[in-house]
Each structure stands twice: as C-alpha cells, then as structure tokens.
C-alpha cells in the first residue's frame, strides 16, 4: 500500500471512529451476539467457586468477544468501504 493511500485511510478511520463504534455496537446487538445467551454464560462463569477456573472461563469469554467484535467490525468495515467507494466513484 502507498503511504499516502495508508495516511489518507488512517485520517477517514480517525475521523470517523465514534460513528463506527456505535455501527459495531449495533450490529453486534442486531446480530444476537449480546443477547440472553452471553448474559447466562457470564452468570454461570461467576457463579463458579473456583476462582482459578473462574479466571480461565472469564478470559475465554473475553477472548471470544473480542473475536466476534473483530469479524463483525471487518464485515461492517468492508460494506462500509464499498459504501464509500460508491460515493467517490459517483
């Protein structure tokens, strides 16, 4: 990638980024991802008595969020390019 097509994306994402974190919210909560299921999967890993497995699960829960937020901020970061793209092209 050119560094100028780099710095120009950068600016964009900079620019734009409370607006993309309210988009990935969204999606995530349209999508299901926090929805009974997770409030139940967190309730069962803190009701645990072991603290050392308490850890592990609460990480695991952490780490799959993260990958879900990841996948879902690509799709939406992905429609979103195209979105502009269209725009820049028109």
């Not at 900079?14 to 929805?35: C, K, S, T, V, Y």
């Not at 609460?58 to 990958?67: G, W």
């Amino acid at each position: 990638m050119e560094p100028e097509r780099f710095r120009e994306a950068e600016t964009q994402v900079m620019r734009l980024a409370p607006q993309l974190q309210g988009i990935l919210g969204e999606a995530l909560r349209e999508g299901g991802w926090f929805d009974e299921t997770r409030t139940k999967a967190l309730r069962e890993t803190l009701a645990g008595d072991d603290p050392v497995e308490r850890e592990r699960q609460v990480a695991t829960l952490l780490a799959e969020e993260t990958r879900i937020g990841m996948l879902v901020g690509v799709a939406v970061g992905w429609a979103l390019a195209g979105e502009l793209q269209g725009k820049r092209d028109a």
